[in-house]
């Protein structure tokens, strides 16, 4: 089926620690984007790429790196996890300057503690 | 700066009782209103684009309008399938970008 592809689903780390979220999306879309949903925050924009072998910083990019690894795949690295970045992680993706809007992952649920 | 607010947070309906969802929103030049369904533990699904005032969409017992301001979604003769969280998000002229409200959560009661 079409559409985006996130992993892992679930993911404890300890602070300090480091990881990849990996996603792929197979509808030849241009744009990809990482958001984060937190309870009463709403979905915000953590990093974004227009196309391949460009990414720009959304609203909350500190602490997060991302790789625009062609234009199917966009991961996102947390290279020392802080409780703080306890949240889900969505991935999305956009053609035809997202007139359609996005279409999203499932998301990873990440705790650190 | 882009900003959208959803009203209520949370709405709790009997079957069959219907209502409206609420999206204000302030954007430098709206290219597109987008409206998204999220069940829990799941990303959101694309519902509606509404891109002038004026404009209505409808998706079986939803329909979404849009003004000036603000953007409702109008809900007919709920069932509990359409039990979800609700979001709305916008877009600015010249940008890809969509800023998300927090959403309304639905729950409807058989």
């Known amino acids: 089926n079409a559409g985006v592809t996130q992993t892992p689903k679930f993911q404890v780390l300890k602070t300090g620690q480091s990881m990849t979220l990996q996603c792929a999306q197979d509808m030849n879309h241009n744009s990809m984007y990482w958001y984060r949903q937190d309870p009463g925050m709403g979905l915000r924009l953590i990093y974004y790429s227009a196309s391949e072998g460009t990414t720009d910083k959304g609203e909350v990019p500190n602490g997060y790196n991302v790789s625009r690894l062609n234009k199917r795949e966009f991961s996102l690295r947390l290279e020392s996890a802080a409780p703080s970045q306890t949240s889900v992680y969505f991935c999305?993706?956009?053609?035809?300057?997202?007139?359609?809007?996005?279409?999203f992952g499932s998301g990873t649920r990440l705790t650190v503690v | 700066e882009d900003q959208v607010t959803q009203s209520p947070e949370a709405l709790r309906l009997q079957e069959g009782e219907s209502s409206s969802l609420n999206c204000s929103y302030t954007?430098?030049?709206?290219?597109?209103l987008f409206w998204y369904r999220q069940d829990p533990g799941k990303g959101p699904e694309f519902l509606f684009t509404l891109y002038s005032a004026g404009e209505e969409k409808e998706k079986e017992r939803l329909k979404a309008t849009l003004t000036k301001k603000e953007s409702f979604l109008h809900i007919t003769a709920p069932k509990p399938e359409d039990s979800a969280t609700y979001l709305c998000a916008v877009q600015a002229s010249g940008n890809e970008k969509l800023t998300f409200g927090t959403g309304t959560r639905l729950t409807i009661i058989p």
């Open positions: 954007v430098s030049g709206l290219r597109g």
């Open positions: 999305a993706s956009s053609g035809d300057r997202a007139r359609l809007g996005y279409t």
